[in-house]
């Protein structure tokens, strides 16, 4: 056993987050730990790691630990400015520079922290837990800012690291391909369920509907049998008012008995609570309705170097409703790109801003809000309209009094929805989007998907999330650090483009082929959740074998 969790419990002023919680992880396990924005999660793992004080219980750890945590670009660490600093006198020189290979930061042992892009400063911080040699890895939304090499790269890790692992993450494909546990943090305490992801979901799913059956169950069994109590009583009401006579006062008093019994037996039903019914929530972007031209934006030979070439020569037009993904690896300057494109940073070249166009801007480093402000007063920045502001929070899943809170309390996914709230309340015709779904949980995903889905206007964006931008996008711009490649198809177009320009790479082949299948599994996870039984057993095989064929070409990928 290398973690145990005993009664552990947690309030924040006069709001109870954990209570009693109890688990245990063990050489070898593999966890996944989910749940809303701001249910305790992180505070979870900071108790674990010693960074927040519990107020009882017990934790106890046996071996060494290593923590990434989910804000990175926030603040660096204020123990090192420079990459090389993270190296202690302890660890292997020679071990470093190997791993900032393997990850794809060769030479950047010298550069700055704060000049690494979001993905660039999470590989620098797992490099710096592989460096302690941890008996147990917690790791707080790790894949966020990583490309996908990088993330498959962290999958195939974790699935062959010998100690435990303890994961929060909203990643789908993430746990799919990671682990084999799944802990739901819910109603202040931890549900354990078997499996990965979809098997969660779809136990979880079961599980819901058990609980309707059973509670509708109950309330038809107790009105049954309050209506049997109502009608013995007035029955023997009846015999007590038709005579005086003994006989019948002793019917009433045996029929008022059977009465008196059926009450008795309902109070001591077992009483069972209204399962919660999430409420289907409608949001939608406000669109400027002026006339545009076709084009919004133009760039033209768009160019950006520090020390050494982020982008160069990126020519593009950016027309009106379109919906544009910007993929590429870590370290290329795609937050630099959007960045330069609203004039937030120079950059070379020449951009074209259309006089009608109206930008909405989603940073990943949430630079628009005042964390000294609550949710409600940074929103009235925006809009007076108070009503519509809250109607925009509770659509987002904000309850109550959360929207007098300061942003410095909120959790991280709940400060990217009031960031994302901001731009409902602007009337927009394009938006410019930096990792827009990164921290947010599942259910808030669902529901930004969906309004921008709907939205008409134009919307570029930076992802790394494969099933948001195989939902999104219209059109693929790749850049790397030689300059643009622009494919004119959705995401599974790209990958179809990608493998056939690399028929001669088998090991690329086998990536792409990869990449599909993903989505495939994606695609069918999905329709599992939402489809009608009979259809479930047919997609439950397709399911299984997609994930037959992904793991014969990782095992050739890996031999």
């Given at each position: 056993?290398?973690?145990?969790?005993?009664?552990?419990?947690?309030?924040?002023?006069?709001?109870?987050?954990?209570?009693?919680?109890?688990?245990?992880?063990?050489?070898?396990?593999?966890?996944?730990?989910?749940?809303?924005?701001?249910?305790?999660?992180?505070?979870?793992?900071?108790?674990?790691?010693?960074?927040t004080e519990k107020d009882s219980g017990s934790v106890k750890i046996n071996g060494r630990w290593g923590y990434l945590p989910q804000n990175l670009f926030l603040r660096n660490d204020k123990n090192f400015e420079c990459v090389n600093q993270i190296v202690n006198k302890s660890e292997s020189y020679g071990k470093f520079l190997e791993l900032l290979k393997k990850f794809e930061l060769n030479?950047?042992?010298?550069?700055?922290?704060?000049?690494?892009?979001?993905?660039?400063?999470?590989?620098?911080?797992?490099?710096?837990?592989?460096?302690?040699?941890?008996?147990?890895?917690?790791?707080?939304?790790?894949?966020?800012?990583?490309?996908?090499?990088?993330?498959?790269?962290?999958?195939?890790?974790?699935?062959?690291?010998?100690?435990?692992?303890?994961?929060?993450?909203?990643?789908?494909?993430?746990?799919?391909?990671?682990?084999?546990?799944?802990?739901?943090?819910?109603?202040?305490?931890?549900?354990?369920?078997?499996?990965?992801?979809?098997?969660?979901?779809?136990?979880?799913?079961?599980?819901?509907?058990?609980?309707?059956?059973?509670?509708?169950?109950?309330?038809?069994?107790?009105?049954?049998?309050?209506?049997?109590?109502?009608?013995?009583?007035?029955?023997?009401?009846?015999?007590?008012?038709?005579?005086?006579?003994?006989?019948?006062?002793?019917?009433?008093?045996?029929?008022?008995?059977?009465?008196?019994?059926?009450?008795?037996?309902?109070?001591?039903?077992?009483?069972?609570?209204?399962?919660?019914?999430?409420?289907?929530?409608?949001?939608?972007?406000?669109?400027?309705?002026?006339?545009?031209?076709?084009?919004?934006?133009?760039?033209?030979?768009?160019?950006?170097?520090?020390?050494?070439?982020?982008?160069?020569?990126?020519?593009?037009?950016?027309?009106?409703?379109?919906?544009?993904?910007?993929?590429?690896?870590?370290?290329?300057?795609?937050?630099?790109?959007?960045?330069?494109?609203?004039?937030?940073?120079?950059?070379?070249?020449?951009?074209?801003?259309?006089?009608?166009?109206?930008?909405?801007?989603?940073?990943?480093?949430?630079?628009?809000?005042?964390?000294?402000?609550?949710?409600?007063?940074?929103?009235?920045?925006?809009?007076?309209?108070?009503?519509?502001?809250?109607?925009?929070?509770?659509?987002?899943?904000?309850?109550?009094?959360?929207?007098?809170?300061?942003?410095?309390?909120?959790?991280?996914?709940?400060?990217?929805?009031?960031?994302?709230?901001?731009?409902?309340?602007?009337?927009?015709?394009?938006?410019?989007?930096?990792?827009?779904?990164?921290?947010?949980?599942?259910?808030?995903?669902?529901?930004?998907?969906?309004?921008?889905?709907?939205?008409?206007?134009?919307?570029?964006?930076?992802?790394?999330?494969?099933?948001?931008?195989?939902?999104?996008?219209?059109?693929?711009?790749?850049?790397?650090?030689?300059?643009?490649?622009?494919?004119?198809?959705?995401?599974?177009?790209?990958?179809?483009?990608?493998?056939?320009?690399?028929?001669?790479?088998?090991?690329?082949?086998?990536?792409?082929?990869?990449?599909?299948?993903?989505?495939?599994?994606?695609?069918?996870?999905?329709?599992?959740?939402?489809?009608?039984?009979?259809?479930?057993?047919?997609?439950?095989?397709?399911?299984?074998?997609?994930?037959?064929?992904?793991?014969?070409?990782?095992?050739?990928?890996?031999?």
């Amino acid at each position: 056993m290398l973690l145990e969790i005993k009664n552990v419990s947690k309030s924040i002023g006069d709001r109870e987050l954990l209570k009693d919680i109890s688990f245990k992880l063990y050489k070898n396990d593999k966890v996944g730990l989910i749940g809303k924005n701001g249910i305790g999660k992180t505070t979870l793992l900071k108790i674990i790691t010693s960074q927040t004080e519990k107020d009882s219980g017990s934790v106890k750890i046996n071996g060494r630990w290593g923590y990434l945590p989910q804000n990175l670009f926030l603040r660096n660490d204020k123990n090192f400015e420079c990459v090389n600093q993270i190296v202690n006198k302890s660890e292997s020189y020679g071990k470093f520079l190997e791993l900032l290979k393997k990850f794809e930061l060769n030479g950047a042992e010298n550069r700055p922290i704060e000049t690494l892009s979001g993905g660039e400063k999470t590989k620098l911080y797992i490099i710096k837990l592989l460096l302690q040699n941890p008996d147990i890895l917690i790791m707080d939304e790790p894949t966020n800012h990583l490309d996908y090499e990088t993330i498959q790269w962290l999958e195939n890790f974790i699935k062959n690291f010998k100690g435990a692992v303890f994961i929060v993450t909203h990643d789908r494909y993430f746990l799919n391909n990671t682990v084999s546990q799944i802990f739901e943090l819910e109603n202040k305490t931890i549900k354990e369920y078997s499996g990965n992801y979809t098997f969660y979901y779809n136990q979880k799913k079961e599980e819901t509907e058990r609980i309707k059956l059973e509670y509708h169950q109950y309330i038809n069994k107790r009105k049954e049998l309050e209506k049997a109590a109502r009608k013995h009583m007035e029955k023997s009401k009846r015999y007590n008012n038709m005579s005086q006579n003994d006989f019948q006062r002793h019917k009433s008093a045996k029929v008022a008995k059977r009465s008196k019994a059926i009450i008795s037996r309902i109070k001591n039903m077992e009483e069972k609570e209204k399962p919660f019914v999430p409420k289907n929530v409608n949001i939608k972007f406000k669109r400027d309705e002026e006339k545009t031209g076709d084009i919004l934006i133009k760039g033209r030979k768009l160019s950006k170097s520090y020390d050494k070439v982020l982008f160069k020569d990126i020519s593009f037009d950016l027309y009106k409703n379109k919906k544009v993904a910007i993929i590429g690896k870590n370290g290329v300057g795609k937050s630099t790109f959007l960045k330069g494109i609203i004039g937030k940073i120079k950059i070379d070249g020449e951009i074209y801003i259309s006089p009608s166009a109206k930008i909405g801007y989603f940073s990943q480093e949430l630079e628009n809000l005042d964390m000294d402000m609550t949710v409600l007063d940074n929103l009235k920045r925006i809009s007076f309209d108070e009503s519509s502001i809250r109607n925009i929070l509770g659509s987002l899943l904000f309850k109550g009094d959360d929207i007098y809170k300061k942003l410095w309390d909120l959790s991280y996914g709940e400060k990217v929805k009031v960031s994302f709230a901001e731009i409902l309340l602007e009337k927009t015709n394009v938006l410019i989007l930096d990792e827009p779904t990164n921290f947010l949980d599942i259910p808030t995903k669902e529901i930004i998907e969906d309004a921008l889905s709907e939205y008409d206007g134009a919307i570029l964006f930076v992802s790394h999330d494969r099933y948001f931008i195989n939902k999104m996008a219209q059109e693929i711009w790749e850049i790397s650090n030689e300059g643009f490649t622009k494919y004119e198809g959705g995401y599974n177009y790209y990958i179809d483009k990608k493998s056939w320009l690399n028929t001669s790479n088998s090991d690329i082949n086998k990536k792409e082929e990869l990449f599909k299948l993903e989505m495939e599994l994606s695609y069918i996870s999905f329709k599992i959740s939402s489809c009608k039984e009979e259809k479930k057993t047919e997609l439950e095989r397709k399911y299984f074998d997609v994930v037959k064929k992904m793991k014969d070409i990782k095992e050739d990928l890996n031999k």
